[in-house]
């Protein structure tokens, strides 16, 4: 390091920098991802829902595409600080006295710990006030990862093997997340690190919002949006997605997700 103070430099890692553009994210491939729509002629808005879509891919401990993401945006051109809140309702009767009543004041392991899944929505939002693009072209880098798998980061494995607070699956029987054993579990062993995760269910479904954007696109840029978001929060998708909470111990949950 002495040396390197002799020359002026403070650190190891080289310094980036850019005349155009620049991103940077929690996961390489989120910032490729970024990097890769300013090239194409994105905005800063669309950049950053695309990493942000990719980081759902690629860190689910932390978030996913079914969870929150809150978003904080600065406008340039106009001046504005905005905020989109990204975060989920809970049901209609998940109340301080409900859970004193049916649980002793704690809050039980499973469904009934979630919110509505609000990611979907500030995504979208976000591209409708301040983006330039259609939801596919931002959310492709996503896709591509989740049908052809990337290799599992250390602090992913970590979290699949240790649990705590950033742990894929609730503590609690696991049975009930047959799927997501699958997935992150395979043969009942966590994924090691540089193992491939493919994510072909979430694959799906960015395919399913793409394709009804597409048949909206006559109408215009903000109609695909709103078609993609509807599908999510009012059309199949919802209604699949609320067939999780019909369990023993349910909420009541409001018709429709948002």
């Not at 809150?70 to 340039?76: G, K």
């Not at 896709?143 to 980061?153: K, R, T, Y």
């Not at 047959?178 to 690190?193: D, E, H, N, V, W």
């Not at 493919?198 to 394709?211: E, G, M, N, W």
């Amino acid at each position: 390091m002495e040396n390197l103070m002799a020359i002026g430099l403070t650190s190891y890692r080289p310094l980036i920098g850019g005349a155009t553009h620049m991103i940077s994210t929690g996961h390489y491939l989120a910032t490729a991802a970024g990097y890769r729509i300013l090239e194409q002629g994105g905005n800063a808005i669309d950049a950053g829902v695309a990493a942000g879509i990719v980081i759902n891919v690629t860190l689910p401990q932390y978030t996913s595409f079914g969870g929150v993401a809150p978003i904080i945006i600065h406008h340039a051109a106009s001046g504005e600080t905005r905020e989109i809140s990204g975060l989920g309702r809970w049901p209609a009767e998940a109340s301080i006295d409900y859970f004193i009543r049916e649980h002793g004041g704690d809050m039980p392991h499973g469904v009934m710990r979630t919110v509505t899944p609000a990611a979907v929505d500030a995504w979208i939002t976000s591209l409708s006030h301040y983006g330039t693009m259609t939801f596919e072209q931002v959310v492709t880098p996503a896709l591509e990862l989740a049908a052809g798998g990337f290799p599992v980061p250390a602090s992913l494995h970590r979290a699949l093997v240790s649990g705590g607070d950033n742990v894929i699956l609730d503590e609690g029987d696991t049975s009930q997340w047959a799927s997501t054993m699958q997935i992150f579990y395979p043969r009942g062993k966590p994924l090691g690190i540089g193992d491939l995760l493919v994510q072909s269910d979430l694959a799906r479904t960015f395919q399913r919002l793409i394709d009804v954007e597409r048949a909206s696109a006559g109408q215009g840029r903000e109609a695909g949006l709103q078609a993609a978001r509807d599908l999510f929060y009012q059309g199949e998708i919802a209604e699949e997605n609320g067939g999780v909470y019909p369990r023993p111990g349910r909420l009541a949950v409001d018709a429709g997700l948002g």
